[in-house]
T-cell receptor, first 107, second 115 residues
Framework: DAKTTQPPSMDCAEGRAANLPCNHS???????VYWYRQIHSQGPQYIIHGLKNNETNEMASLIITEDRKSSTLILPHATLRDTAVYYCIVYGNKLVFGAGTILRVKS | DSGVTQTPKHLITATGQRVTLRCSPR?????VYWYQQSLDQGLQFLIQ???????AKGNILERFSAQQFPDLHSELNLSSLELGDSALYFC??????????????FGPGTRLTVL
């Protein structure tokens, strides 16, 4: 499974866009990038996934670079409830969770 | 609410004992996954079942076993428990595993404390 690298923590002001980066330089051509988040000790929650095109859903947008070696998850208008650990995962045949990024949204 | 249910919510037991954790997947989901989350190891994939058959294995100890029943619910059995087995155990379900993966829906977890 391709390894991902994420910053350990980030802060974001409430109402502003939160941009969470992820590096996955060893990703293979047919591997998808998945994002999940975990709020406190709740079960992880699926956010979005993509292969090479940018994706958007009701929760977030995913921007994948043309060489697919990195991606950015964008929460367009962060709220306090978006404070969580965000995991970027390259899907091989299973979800391998790293340490993720702790996003703190502050008022 | 993800639609995945797990019982019990909390479990306290002693070293050397055996426990069973139960998971009911979302209606229509055929695949079930088990994960362990401890403070020092993070969230670790244990095992996956699809329509009753084992599909993928992760870092699951030999003292642990799982199965998926014909009604698609799953059980994770943990035996000869050690202090280090104290953790949150999550179950997740998805429609079907594909090459590209599929969205997994996680349950609320079972918190196991081994004393």
């Amino acid at each position: 499974d391709a390894k991902t690298t994420q910053p350990p923590s980030m802060d974001c002001a409430e109402g502003r866009a939160a941009n969470l980066p992820c590096n996955h330089s060893t990703i293979s051509g047919n591997e998808y990038v998945y994002w999940y988040r975990q709020i406190h000790s709740q079960g992880p929650q699926y956010i979005i996934h993509g292969l090479k095109n940018n994706e958007t859903n009701e929760m977030a947008s995913l921007i994948i670079t043309e060489d697919r070696k990195s991606s950015t998850l964008i929460l367009p208008h962060a709220t306090l409830r978006d404070t969580a650990v965000y995991y970027c995962i390259v899907y091989g045949n299973k979800l391998v969770f790293g340490a993720g990024t702790i996003l703190r949204v502050k008022s | 609410d993800s639609g995945v249910t797990q019982t019990p919510k909390h479990l306290i037991t002693a070293t050397g004992q055996r426990v069973t954790l139960r998971c009911s997947p979302r209606s229509g989901d055929l695949s079930v996954y088990w994960y362990q989350q401890s403070l020092d190891q993070g969230l670790q994939f244990l095992i996956q079942y699809y329509n009753g058959e084992e599909r993928a294995k992760g870092n699951i100890l030999e003292r642990f076993s799982a199965q998926q029943f014909p009604d698609l619910h799953s059980e994770l059995n943990l035996s000869s428990l050690e202090l280090g087995d104290s953790a949150l155990y999550f179950c997740a379900s998805s429609v079907a595993p594909t090459r590209r993966g599929s969205e997994q829906f996680f349950g609320p977890g079972t918190r196991l404390t081994v004393l």
